[in-house]
């Protein structure tokens, strides 16, 4: 069976610190694609970031970056020098074939 | 247009009463997914369709819920005989074909709320 956890349910940082988010998943699938996307008070679904199962290359994308270890199966995400503007709902999600498996989300509040 | 479209954005219904909603995908995009979010969840998967062929469904996927995606282009969604436990923002997302940019795109989606 496919599960992503998301242990942290809300964090609130003040303006400029670093924040991490923890996804741990499971599967086991060995072939996988692993997501992190952005829910904005909004409400629409915003892609971040995808990795796929043999590439544990970590990725930086200006203030984001994300670590992803197989032999922890988790897939962490991390704010540095956090803005206002990263308040949202961050998920992560497992592909397997054609479906795809949401964690519950972590609610980042970045207090000014 | 450069989005996932749905439609309606609301819907309130009775219990009992039937509803349909409709997603219009990215146009180049082949695969069209649908999702329910309850609050404070994730999206939960539905079903998956390439092209018009519903590939894959969800054991969420009541007897009572179908769509359908005619000519591979928009897909509606139908909840026959609404109950409250309905209440959800119903997602739909579109992919291109499997290749270098495998993502979901999604929706603002339909929010429903049962009486």
């Known amino acids: 069976a496919q599960k992503v956890t998301q242990a942290q349910t809300e964090i609130s940082v003040v303006e400029k610190e670093d924040v991490t988010l923890d996804c741990v998943y499971e599967?086991?699938?060995?072939?996988?694609?692993l997501f992190w996307y952005k829910q904005p008070p909004s409400g629409e679904l915003v892609f971040l970031i995808r990795?796929?199962?043999?590439?544990?290359q970590n990725e930086i994308s200006g203030r984001y970056s994300w670590n992803f270890q197989k032999s922890t199966s988790s897939f962490n995400f991390t704010i540095t020098a956090s803005q206002v503007v990263d308040s949202a709902v961050y998920f992560c999600a497992l592909r397997v074939g054609n479906q795809f498996y949401f964690g519950t989300g972590t609610s980042l509040t970045v207090i000014p | 247009d450069t989005g996932v479209s749905q439609n309606p954005r609301h819907k309130i219904t009775k219990r009992g009463q039937n509803v349909t909603f409709r997603c219009d995908p990215i146009s180049e995009h082949n695969r069209l997914y649908w999702y329910r979010q309850t609050l404070g969840q994730g999206p939960e998967f539905l079903t998956y369709f390439q092209n018009e062929a519903q590939l894959e469904k969800s054991r969420l996927l009541s007897d009572r819920f179908s769509a359908e995606r005619p000519k591979g282009s928009f897909s509606t969604l139908e909840i026959q005989r609404t109950e409250q436990g309905d209440s959800a923002m119903y997602l739909c997302a579109s992919s291109p074909p499997r290749g270098s940019q495998e993502t979901q795109y999604f929706g603002p989606g339909t929010r429903l709320l049962v009486l």
């Open positions: 599967t086991r699938d060995t072939t996988y694609y």
């Open positions: 990795r796929n199962s043999f590439d544990e």
